[in-house]
């Protein structure tokens, strides 16, 4: 058990992702320096963890591992905030680069629980590679969020726990990504089947709804005592035909709804502890 009360609300903050183009969204922060000053602003605002892709100097998704490991490191020194890598990449990346995402040492990774359609494309995780980086993830003391994109997801992630045991820090969080065209809808039907059948493994759990299905996932997961990741990887308007104009405006408008369910904002301190990621000393 953690010590951190029911009523701290994890906020995590996706700001760049993989899909949306610089040309396409000028805000969207693709440079090591607009990612951090994002991170800053974030966690100013209320966010504990970040969950990072990052971009090439065309401002293209890369998984270069020297840039991954320059990412930790400047996160690290301009904030406190949990460091999650996205192990997801983009749909176009291949497995051993998306394993080899661990060698820059964050204190947590994505870890997703199944292929799934992803649009017209297939984000791509077979079972022996979800296995084998849920091992890495074990052996290298980095805490997996295991993503869950559809109810099997979820019923895998049981599977994964009975045959290897619990992750690093011995805590179980996991994040549903709702809305995925190819996916679970974004819908509180969908939220509350998907919290039924998690493992009892499970100790905490977010959820993310895509594009329109953003504020009806942000609203069920509140009614159910979930948290909340928010960010420009997921959503691009603040409402309809509204563009986003920062992430952490985002990470504001999940503060106050978060308030109007009694919550406030985890702190990145106990988020470590929730989350049972190493201590901030060990991992500077
Ligand atoms: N970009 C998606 C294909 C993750 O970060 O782990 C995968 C994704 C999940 O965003
Ligand atoms: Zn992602």
Request: aromatic share 4%; proline share 6%.
């Amino acid at each position: 058990m953690s010590d951190v009360p029911a009523e701290a609300l994890l906020i995590t903050v996706a700001p760049t992702g993989a899909e949306t183009t610089k040309a396409d969204c000028p805000r969207l922060p693709t440079t090591l320096e607009e990612l951090v000053s994002t991170a800053v602003d974030c966690e100013a605002a209320g966010a504990a963890m970040i969950h990072v892709h990052i971009r090439d100097d065309d401002h293209r998704p890369t998984l270069d591992l020297a840039r991954l490991r320059d990412t930790v490191t400047a996160l690290r020194e301009a904030t406190d905030l949990v460091v999650q890598l996205s192990t997801g990449g983009s749909v176009h990346d291949p497995l051993d680069a998306r394993l080899r995402v661990l060698d820059a040492e964050p204190d947590s990774c994505s870890l997703t629980m199944g292929t799934t359609n992803f649009g017209d494309d297939v984000f791509s995780n077979p079972w022996p590679f979800v296995c084998e980086l849920y091992q890495l993830s074990q052996e290298r003391e980095i805490v997996p969020e295991f993503e869950l994109f559809d109810l099997g997801h979820v019923a895998a992630l049981g599977r994964l726990l009975g045959r290897y045991g619990p992750p690093y820090g011995g805590r179980v969080h996991c994040d549903f990504v709702m809305g995925v065209p190819g996916g679970m809808p974004g819908t509180a039907d969908a939220l509350v089947a998907g919290v039924a059948a998690l493992p009892a493994e499970v100790t905490s759990w977010s959820a993310t709804g895509i594009g329109r299905s953003t504020l009806p996932v942000a609203l069920a997961s509140l009614a159910k005592g979930g948290h909340l990741r928010v960010g420009m990887e997921d959503v691009l308007t603040i409402s309809r035909g509204v563009p986003v104009d920062s992430n952490a405006q985002l990470v504001q408008r999940a503060v106050g709804l978060g308030a109007l369910a009694q919550r406030r904002p985890m702190s990145t301190a106990e988020a470590r502890d929730f989350l049972g990621t190493r201590s901030l000393d060990s991992a500077r």
